[in-house]
């Protein structure tokens, strides 16, 4: 007999205070060196428990994101091009905060941080989430915003 697929909601776990003390304290995350030898190198990146990872390919003048998570925490690792970031925290009227992240860089985004990702040139990147990336599920977590990408971009 069949098992019948969990619903969105349990699926999406509330975050926890332990959980919440373990993020990384700025939009940057440094990396550890390296595992280096002869025959190349394992770079770590993240050592979480989580739920998803995609691969998205973006093209160059394109917006991502204007939106934020209930729940869902993603870390975004830059395989090429670069992200324009723009961040700031839910139902703020402040301009957003700009982080430009490059090729080789990890950045993270905690829940309820409203966020956009503009794309000055073709990017590709992973992103490991909290939450499983299923459609139900990702639309469940997720609020869409107006823009909130500097003025003229929007």
């Known amino acids: 007999m069949a098992m019948a697929k969990p619903g969105p909601r ?5 975050v926890t205070d332990d959980e919440r003390a373990k993020w990384p304290s700025g939009v940057i995350v440094p990396l550890h060196p390296p595992y ?3 025959r190349g190198a394992i770079q770590p990146l993240v ?3 989580m739920k998803s990872c995609v691969l998205i390919s973006s093209k160059a003048g ?4 204007n939106h934020y998570h209930r729940t869902d925490w993603h870390f975004c690792y830059v395989l090429s091009g670069f992200i324009e970031y723009y961040h700031r925290p839910v139902g703020s009227t402040a301009a ?9 860089q990890l950045f993270f985004t905690p829940p309820m941080a409203e966020h956009a990702m ?3 040139e073709d990017t590709v990147f992973l992103t490991l989430g909290r939450n499983s990336r299923e ?5 469940e977590d997720v609020v869409r915003i107006d823009p909130i990408e500097p003025r003229g971009r929007a």
């Open 36 to 38: 280096a030898d002869a």
């Open 118 to 120: 503009v794309f000055p």
């Open 135 to 139: 459609q139900e599920a990702y639309e």
């Open 62 to 65: 394109s917006v991502r994101a």
């Open 47 to 49: 050592d979480v428990d």
């Open 96 to 104: 957003p905060a700009h982080v430009t992240v490059r090729a080789g």
């Open 10 to 14: 349990q699926r999406i776990v509330p």
